[in-house]
């Protein structure tokens, strides 16, 4: 039953485990960014400002309805990593097999209410009226393939709680490779628009999906599902949920970048150009945090399973530790060097674009530390399980963007917008920081009774 190859993180030094894990889920995701990235290089360099407006204006919009599939994958896998942790492979299995279940119902509902709600959402979001058909056809296609995408993030998840973090990586190469090559082919060559950069996403993540579900037929026996394994269980479901829709929610926080979106849209494509470009590149630079905040969750879920709290207050403190000094490496990568990351996405001489890059980043950059500490707490607790907390946090979150949006767009410059995220990180801090320490003390004064 245990031929595969795990990675047990609940023996064996907390930083070398976290840093092994960390790595190919850092490349990992930095593939997945390459989705919408390449998306974004191929329309506006072979199409033009228009094009990349109207996929860069896509963003939040996608990070909200993708993240929310993500971060209920996420949550459900933390169960998943604490029953391996136990070594309770038959409940491991069950909640797999609940998981699956899950994901399609959710992931079947949000195709259907998107697909009927797109153009009244895209109007929702202040999209001109020059650029509506391309944006509501690209999303639309997305929509159509968030099947897809629930697939990969759901099998990428399950192995991930098993502590394989790199056979999703090797997938993800692949499949981004297929994404560029289609985005080149379809737009250029086929002459497609926006639209064919949709079909190239949707057809790559089908193939990252159908790697991971033969890798775990041939490699993980003991994922194999049964008959038994799919029989409903009292509370199975609500056990899943509360750790699931916290996290899809802690995504649903997107609500308010999409706010910042609309504020953004209300400048003109220049602007949307620009802010798209300079959010493409903070979110790769940002995924160091991000990956890391992934290998918490589960490096915490393994060890709160076998009850190693010590363990786990052992790894969160060096992962801060780590992500404290990566955070003043991305302040002087964004600082002096935002304008010519730009330049990938559009021709230097594009120089308004550009240059409203640049006002995003010198007004951003110093709240990066506040970011990454986010990923810290909010990854910890939830990897515990403790999901409430981190969903209140991304509500702060949400309401001190919301609150900048409404006090300053279109009543000042558009600095005065972008302080929006600096904020939101500051605030999503004030529930998550206390309550780590609150529920680390605690489970730490048991151990010791």
């Known amino acids: 039953m245990n031929k595969q190859k795990t990675n047990d993180m609940t023996v064996g030094n907390p930083v070398r485990l976290i840093i092994q894990f960390m790595i190919p889920m850092f490349l990992g995701n930095i593939f997945q960014q390459l989705y919408n990235i390449v998306d974004s290089i191929v329309a506006g360099q072979f199409i033009g400002v228009d094009a990349l407006a109207a996929i860069g204006s896509t963003g939040s919009l996608m990070f909200f309805v993708t993240g929310w599939l993500n971060g209920l994958s996420s949550g459900f896998a ?49 999209s001109p009226a020059d650029l509506m058909g391309d944006v509501a056809g690209y999303m639309g296609i997305i929509y159509a393939g968030l099947l897809v995408t629930a697939a990969y993030n759901t099998l990428a998840a399950f192995l991930r709680a098993l502590g394989d973090s790199k ?18 082919v379809l737009i250029r060559f086929a002459g497609m628009g926006v639209e064919g950069c949709a079909y190239a996403t949707v057809i790559a993540q089908g193939v990252s999906a159908i790697c991971c579900l033969v890798y775990i037929k041939k490699k993980y026996p003991i994922l194999h599902l049964e008959k038994k394994n799919f029989e409903l269980r009292k509370g199975s479901m609500s056990k899943l949920m509360i750790l699931g829709i916290p996290m899809g929610l802690q995504f649903s926080t997107a ?14 494509a220049t602007y949307m150009a620009g802010f798209s470009a300079a959010g493409k590149i903070q979110n790769v630079i940002g995924m160091v945090a991000v990956s890391m905040g992934a290998t918490i969750a589960t490096y915490v879920g393994q060890n709160r399973g076998a009850g190693r709290m010590d363990r786990v207050k052992q790894g969160v403190k060096y992962s801060w530790i780590m992500l404290l000094v990566w955070s003043v490496v991305e302040m002087a990568l964004v600082y002096f060097g935002g304008k010519y990351f730009t330049y990938l996405f559009i021709s230097p001489s594009q120089t308004d674009v550009v240059q ?20 810290v707490f909010r990854n910890a607790l939830q990897g515990m399980g403790y999901g409430m907390v981190p969903m209140l946090g991304g509500v702060f979150e949400l309401v001190a963007r919301t609150l900048i949006v409404v006090l300053v767009a279109g009543r000042t410059t ?36």
């Open 78 to 126: 933390i169960i998943v990593a604490q029953m391996f942790g136990a070594k309770k492979y038959d409940d491991m299995r069950h909640f797999v097999a609940m998981s699956i279940y899950l994901m399609f119902g959710f992931a079947a509902a949000m195709t259907i209410g998107f697909l009927v709600f797109n153009v009244p959402i895209l109007r929702l979001m202040n």
């Open 167 to 184: 056979s999703p990586l090797y997938f993800l190469i692949i499949s981004a490779g297929i994404n560029v090559v289609l985005d080149i």
């Open 255 to 268: 609500i308010g970048t999409i706010i910042v979106q609309s504020a953004v849209n209300i400048y003109g």
């Open 356 to 375: 409203v890059s640049v006002i995003y980043f010198r007004t951003v950059f110093w709240a990066y530390p506040f970011l990454c500490t986010i990923f």
């Open 414 to 449: 558009f600095a005065g917008v972008c302080l929006a995220d600096p904020m939101a990180w500051i605030a999503a801090l004030i529930p998550l920081i206390p309550y780590y320490y609150y529920v680390m003390g605690k489970h730490m004064k048991a151990m010791r009774q």
